[in-house]
């Protein structure tokens, strides 16, 4: 099994995340607000961001998919960037990286997951929805549900990638063409365990994915918080927001909700150690990670 793929029990519930790739990012990259030196500042100040940001600044991030198993389901949640896909960025650009054979390692092999869940449809979530079989892109997941939000779906069906890249067309489309799609509201439901919760900003219909089993909690972020730094800030807006204002008024909404000290917050974009519990630590927050 690969090295960096982590396990979460929530009740009767697994969360696992299986890496497709993990890198230092400049913060720039990222936020027009904030660089390296800002985040070296913000870090001495907080200090638990210590795994999360690198020694000159970078925020030490990956792209991952979580496979939650819950028994009766193997739901995955945000499908990297994949292979084969013509990407403007050069480290996208048709990647040839082992990431389903990763899946299978963990133990779930394509054919046996049984729902895909896009929290959003940018490129970095929805790649491994089709792989390329004789220059044709099929669905990767074959008996599975892809469960896309409708008004997200709607929006990405006629707005330009913010890239330029024929996202939609390489890794949406062709599930919808394949009858898999099922479009439905920010409020859905799959089995008895995950429920999906609005989050929007970063996207019009941007979800987070909750998972309760046991008395237990959890929260996988999807791009709300594209970094634990908007933890420590939540002020912090993504160049990538659609509506900056929006996506800062819905951070707020929820880590209030999240910061109990008991729900386990999963990022999707956080590296490893990925997941911790959120605090309220003056008049912000904080993730802890430790055991």
């Known amino acids: 099994m690969h090295d960096d793929i982590?396990?979460?029990?929530?009740?009767?519930?697994?969360?696992?995340?299986?890496?497709?790739?993990?890198?230092?990012?400049?913060?720039?990259?990222?936020?027009?607000?904030?660089?390296?030196d800002g985040v070296l500042d913000l870090r001495s100040k907080s200090p638990w961001l210590a795994p999360f940001v690198g020694e000159k600044g970078h925020l030490l991030q990956k792209i991952h998919c979580c496979v939650i198993d819950t028994g009766a389901e193997r739901i995955a949640v945000d499908t990297c960037v994949g292979n084969d896909k013509e990407r403007g960025n050069p480290l996208w650009h048709e990647q040839q990286g082992p990431f389903l054979e990763r899946l299978s390692d963990a133990g779930y092999a394509p054919e046996s997951i049984t729902h895909v869940v896009c929290t959003h449809l940018h490129v970095d979530?929805?790649?491994?929805?089709?792989?390329?079989?004789?220059?044709?892109?099929?669905?990767?997941?074959?008996?599975?549900?892809?469960?896309?939000?409708?008004?997200?779906?709607?929006?990405?069906?006629?707005?330009?990638?913010?890239?330029?890249?024929?996202?939609?067309?390489?890794?949406?489309?062709?599930i919808k063409d394949a009858g898999l799609a099922n479009l439905v509201g920010s409020d859905h439901v799959i089995g008895n365990f995950v429920s999906f919760e609005s989050t929007p900003g970063h996207t019009p219909g941007h979800i987070s994915v909750r998972v309760e089993s046991g008395g237990e909690r959890a929260i996988i972020?999807?791009?709300?918080?594209?970094?634990?730094?908007?933890?420590?800030?939540?002020?912090?807006?993504?160049?990538?927001?659609?509506?900056?204002?929006?996506?800062?008024?819905?951070?707020?909404?929820?880590?209030?909700?999240?910061?109990?000290?008991?729900?386990?917050?999963?990022?999707?974009?956080?590296?490893?150690?990925?997941?911790?519990?959120?605090?309220?630590?003056?008049?912000?927050?904080?993730?802890?990670?430790?055991?």
């Not at 990767?140 to 779906?153: K, R």
């Not at 634990?228 to 800030?233: K, L």
């Open 6 to 36: 982590l396990k979460w029990r929530v009740g009767d519930a697994t969360i696992t995340s299986v890496p497709e790739s993990s890198d230092p990012t400049s913060p720039k990259f990222m936020f027009s607000s904030i660089d390296k």
């Open 125 to 174: 979530h929805v790649g491994w929805n089709t792989r390329l079989v004789d220059g044709e892109w099929v669905p990767t997941f074959p008996n599975a549900e892809y469960v896309f939000v409708g008004i997200e779906f709607d929006h990405w069906s006629s707005t330009e990638d913010l890239f330029g890249d024929p996202v939609f067309e390489d890794s949406v489309a062709p």
């Open 221 to 291: 972020t999807g791009d709300m918080a594209h970094s634990p730094i908007q933890i420590a800030n939540p002020d912090l807006s993504s160049s990538f927001d659609t509506d900056p204002d929006m996506a800062r008024a819905t951070r707020f909404e929820a880590f209030a909700r999240w910061a109990d000290g008991q729900t386990l917050v999963i990022g999707t974009h956080f590296g490893t150690p990925t997941a911790g519990t959120m605090h309220v630590d003056g008049d912000s927050y904080r993730l802890e990670t430790g055991p």
